[in-house]
């Protein structure tokens, strides 16, 4: 089970912090990852982080958002800085462990101009 929070309403170059909590049968070695979300438009990555410290950020936010993650608690954050409104989207958190693949509920970001 994938918990998210810390979705909300921003003005254009203010910043949010996702958290996801990841609780259940969660192997040591597992990756977390943030994507995104606009109606009618595919789901993407954001950004993803193994429980080793491998890290992958989308060219599209590199520079502006920091994924980091807790292991002891099994959490992922996404830190979001200088938003822009194109960054509006359904935020989902995703957990990849022992072979399958699970989904938060989603967490609105809407961001202003």
């Known amino acids: 089970q994938l918990q998210a929070s810390g979705g909300g309403l921003a003005q254009a170059g203010e910043s949010l912090r996702l958290s996801c909590a990841a609780s259940?049968?969660?192997?040591?070695?597992?990756?977390m990852a943030w994507y995104r979300q606009t109606p009618g438009k595919q789901r993407n990555l954001v950004a993803r982080m193994s429980s080793g410290g491998s890290t992958y950020v989308d060219d599209s936010v590199q520079g502006r958002f920091i994924i980091s993650r807790d292991n002891a608690k099994n959490t992922v954050y996404l830190q979001m800085n200088s938003l822009k409104p194109e960054d509006t989207a359904v935020y989902y958190c995703?957990?990849?462990?022992?072979?399958?693949?699970?989904w938060g509920q989603g967490t609105l970001v809407t961001v202003s101009s």
């Open positions: 259940g049968r969660i192997f040591s070695y597992n990756t």
């Open positions: 995703n957990i990849i462990t022992g072979g399958a693949d699970y």
